[in-house]
């Protein structure tokens, strides 16, 4: 596929700069060295790989919650992000096709009488989600019984379910994992309530952009990077998912 270059970079940083939104909130995805404040991530390793290839200025804003990197798009503060599709978030964004799947499941108290995600769904239960995260949306269209308590980013979730005694925090598998090997009293369910599919996005409209952000993912799954740069940054067990064919 031929593409007219000077036209997608005008589309895709009409500013001149490509504006990246990092979510700092899905550790998966990225992440911040505590000491020196440098970026890493399949979603840094993407935005650069991408910008190189464009041959533009790059320049990254992080957010602690992906709520707030869509509430950013009504300001026009980013012209590229990385988020999980949810119809929502369609309504205003192109979505790439996705390239990695991550469960959804629960932490909940190691004595719990719940062992699958799907009993948690009974009156009375209450659940911690970040406010605006994949799994707060889904949940919040599928829950029949259960109450939502919102954290203003995910690992306030967690916090929240152990200050309150809830009985669950939905989030993410491998952070809830990391948290409950690293504390006592929880532990994480076997199975999960749903996959979040993690896609590139553009604004809504910018049809050159979004064409050729779509080229790209399906080159660089084909060619390794995306399995490469998980494991770079020590997510290896990553569910990458095949290229668009």
Not at 15 to 22: E, Q
Not at 153 to 160: E, L, P
Not at 234 to 245: C, S
């Amino acid at each position: 596929m031929k593409f007219e270059l000077a036209k997608v970079c005008r589309d895709l940083a009409p500013h001149g700069t490509l504006r990246v939104a990092i979510n700092l909130g899905n550790p998966v995805l990225a992440k911040r060295d505590e000491q020196t404040g440098v970026l890493s991530g399949v979603s840094v390793a993407l935005a650069k790989a991408l910008a190189d290839e464009l041959d533009i200025e790059i320049s990254m804003a992080t957010y602690d919650a992906a709520g707030k990197v869509f509430a950013a798009l009504e300001e026009q503060a980013w012209d590229l992000a990385f988020l999980a599709v949810e119809p929502v978030r369609a309504e205003k964004i192109a979505f790439s096709n996705p390239y990695v799947s991550i469960d959804g499941t629960y932490l909940v108290k190691a004595d719990s009488k719940f062992h699958r995600a799907s009993a948690l769904d009974t009156g009375g239960n209450r659940i911690a989600v970040g406010k605006g995260a994949a799994y707060d949306l889904f949940l919040s269209r599928t829950l029949k019984h259960s109450e939502l308590v919102r954290a203003t980013t995910s690992s306030g979730a967690i916090d929240i379910f152990m200050e309150l005694e809830l009985e669950a925090a939905a989030g993410v598998r491998q952070p809830l994992e990391r948290f409950a090997k690293s504390s006592t009293g929880v532990r994480v369910l076997k199975d999960n309530f749903t996959e979040i599919l993690q896609a590139i996005a553009v604004p809504k409209g910018r049809y050159a952009a979004a064409e050729y952000v779509q080229n790209f993912i399906d080159r660089r799954l084909r060619s390794g990077f995306v399995a490469e740069a998980f494991s770079d940054s020590g997510e290896r067990d990553a569910r990458v998912l095949r290229p668009a064919e």
